[in-house]
């Protein structure tokens, strides 16, 4: 898996990919941080990190899929993948090496944001003001909604050998479990059954974790639909022996 691992860190760094990406990244969320009046810390008058969190997952929502469309397709269209699949290591330890990859490079592209906290955190009055648990929180809950976004590419990533076909599938995935059980739930339901159906989606979470409060169900519900989705990847690969 390390070797799978290493291999396709260095293929981001060593291609433009990466860059494109945390520029991109950087640049969309520091134009919403900073520049739209709209959106902007400056303009809004409270020291917090709101903006930043509430765009980062709709630009991760195009962002991701972009990065992980060519994780299996282009094995595939390459046929490179049976290769791969050849040698010693399972289909697990090829779909974790590539995921991690995936995840590691937009994890790459959170960290230069910490600069956005230090700014908010000085510019508070006093020095400081700012709700250092809910940015904690906040943090965290992206980290998962990335995880989980990250996921749904390589599984996308994995059905098609069509790199635009896997971005496609992949936005629409994101969209669906981030806010489309939100716009589901929002139909005149009754009051459990809006609830359950809220529950199934990111946004519910992510909010909770945005709050500070880091829950365990909260937590174990991020880890439980990564770990789905990547069992679904390994299925896709294994359907090849049928």
């Known amino acids: 898996m ?8 260095n293929s981001f760094l060593n291609s433009i990919i990466a860059y494109i990406v945390i520029g991109v990244f950087l640049v969309a969320i520091g134009l919403f941080m900073w520049v739209f009046p709209e959106t902007s810390v400056l303009e809004y008058g409270y020291a917090d990190m709101q903006t930043l969190f509430s765009m980062a997952p709709w630009v991760f929502l195009f962002l991701i899929p972009a990065v992980t469309m060519r994780s299996f397709s282009e094995e595939k269209k390459a046929g490179t993948l049976e290769l791969l699949l050849t040698k010693p290591i399972t289909d697990m330890q090829l779909i974790l090496g590539k995921y991690f990859a995936c995840l590691f490079l937009v994890l790459l592209a959170l960290v230069p944001t910490l600069l956005y906290y230090y700014s908010v955190y000085s510019l508070g009055n006093p020095v400081g003001n700012i709700d250092s ?18 996921a ?17 599938l992949a936005v629409f995935l994101c969209f669906l479990v981030y806010i489309g059980f939100d716009y589901i739930a929002s139909v005149q339901m009754g009051g459990d059954t809006e609830y359950i159906i809220s529950y199934l989606g990111i946004d519910f979470h992510y909010n909770a974790l945005s709050k500070g409060l880091i829950d365990s169900r909260d937590i174990l519900y991020f880890l439980s639909v990564i770990l789905l989705l990547l069992l679904g990847t390994k299925l896709v690969l294994e359907s090849r022996k049928w």
Do not use: M
């Open 2 to 9: 390390f070797a799978i691992l290493q291999k396709e860190i």
């Open 133 to 150: 648990a809910a940015v904690t929180g906040s943090y965290i809950g992206l980290i998962f909604l990335a995880a989980i976004f990250t």
């Open 152 to 168: 749904i590419g390589v599984f996308s990533s994995a059905i098609t050998e069509n790199q635009i076909v896997s971005f496609i």
